[in-house]
């Protein structure tokens, strides 16, 4: 079984730049949930849909960020425009269900962004 | 709010060896799960094992187990027979009604 794919791997863009990831989650799975980790955190919540919508993104700084999961599979994370804070991975995860137990999350290896 | 606390930063062990991270976590929910994950330099976080916080049987996943004290709200997580390949950040996370919440990792070294 495939796991999350995530792409691009490393990212580097200037201050006031744009900038997009992309992830698609493990077959089946109708729960994606995008993560910011900043060097030296545990990974911290942006966004979580559940299908094509979005079910919590009360941690999403929505002027600069947004994401879309058209069609309930693939989703996008963009960045516009980019801040020097905004240097992280992003980690892309999926699971089964949103809650309960079969709310394992399955993690993709990230995109390191530098923000320079 | 749940909130997760590591308070080992970094921690060693030497190969074959057994080493214990530890993690508490404050909630008023009855009915949560809890995690250990594991990031090695690849950065792909790596689900170690789960308990679900309504069995009072500890989980344990070959070399892997935990020492769950719902009443403290204590999850620590054992390695028995450290390996090379063990060596990795460790998250303990938890998750109720609420998204997964994690703690801020420990750094763990295997010494040949």
């Known amino acids: 079984e495939a796991g999350v794919a995530q792409s691009p791997r490393y990212k580097i863009i200037e201050k006031r730049q744009s900038v997009a990831f992309w992830c698609n989650p493990i077959s089946g799975h109708a729960t994606l949930y995008w993560y910011q980790q900043i060097l030296g955190q545990g990974p911290k919540l942006l966004i979580q849909f559940q299908n094509n919508g979005v079910v919590d993104d009360s941690q999403l700084p929505k002027d600069r960020f947004s994401a879309e999961r058209l069609k309930g599979v693939d989703s996008t994370l963009k960045i516009q425009p980019a801040k020097l804070e905004d240097s992280a991975v992003y980690l892309c995860?999926?699971?089964?269900?949103?809650?309960?137990?079969?709310?394992?999350?399955?993690f993709g290896a990230g995109t390191r962004l530098s923000v320079l | 709010a749940q909130t997760v606390t590591q308070s080992q930063p970094e921690m060693s062990v030497q190969e074959a060896e057994t080493v214990t991270l530890s993690c508490t976590y404050d909630t008023s929910e009855s009915d949560y799960y809890l995690f250990w994950y594991k990031q090695p330099p690849s950065r792909q976080m790596i689900l170690v094992i789960r308990q679900e916080a309504y069995k009072q049987q500890n989980a344990t996943e070959n070399r892997f187990s935990v020492n769950f004290q719902k009443a403290a709200k204590s999850f620590s997580l054992k390695i028995s027979d450290s390996q090379l390949g063990d060596a990795a950040m460790y998250f303990c996370?938890?998750?109720?009604?609420?998204?997964?919440?994690f703690g801020k990792g420990t750094r763990l070294s295997v010494i040949a």
């Open positions: 995860a999926s699971s089964f269900k949103r809650e309960g137990s079969k709310n394992i999350q399955y």
């Open positions: 996370a938890y998750t109720g009604n609420t998204p997964l919440v």
